[in-house]
Nanobody, 121 residues
Framework: QVQLVESGGGLVQPGGSLRLSCTAS????????MAWYLQAPEKQRELVAY???????NYAGSLKGRFTISRDNAKNTVYLQMNSLKPEDAAVYYC???????????????WGQGAQVTVSS
């Protein structure tokens, strides 16, 4: 059983930065690809980025260059560095442990509790 605990959300001005962290207990991150999703109110969760076991990364098109996903397996932690934040980035962000089959990321049912990101002046 894997538990994922997120931290780092908050209020930031447009153009500002935040770093979200997601730390696992009960299991190591190393067997999993990891991802971040976002969910706006009354909307489906959307994949933001993922990182494979080998460290390859993939981003939603509009976020590439602004967001960076990284992992530290020794700390069982995955990060999402968010720069140049825009109001449309505001959402609840969830980390996830899953799998990458060489083509796409498939989430497993291991989710963080969600981190609220608010972008407002």
């Amino acid at each position: 059983q894997v538990q994922l605990v997120e931290s780092g959300g908050g209020l930031v001005q447009p153009g500002g930065s935040l770093r979200l962290s997601c730390t696992a207990s009960g299991s190591s991150f190393s067997p999993y690809s990891m991802a971040w999703y976002l969910q706006a109110p009354e909307k489906q969760r959307e994949l933001v980025a993922y990182i494979t076991r080998a460290g390859a990364t993939n981003y939603a098109g509009s976020l590439k260059g602004r967001f960076t996903i990284s992992r530290d397996n020794a700390k069982n932690t995955v990060y999402l560095q968010m720069n140049s934040l825009k109001p449309e980035d505001a959402a609840v962000y969830y980390c996830n442990a899953g799998a990458f089959d060489g083509t796409k990321y498939t989430p497993r049912d291991y989710w963080g509790q969600g981190a609220q990101v608010t972008v407002s002046s």
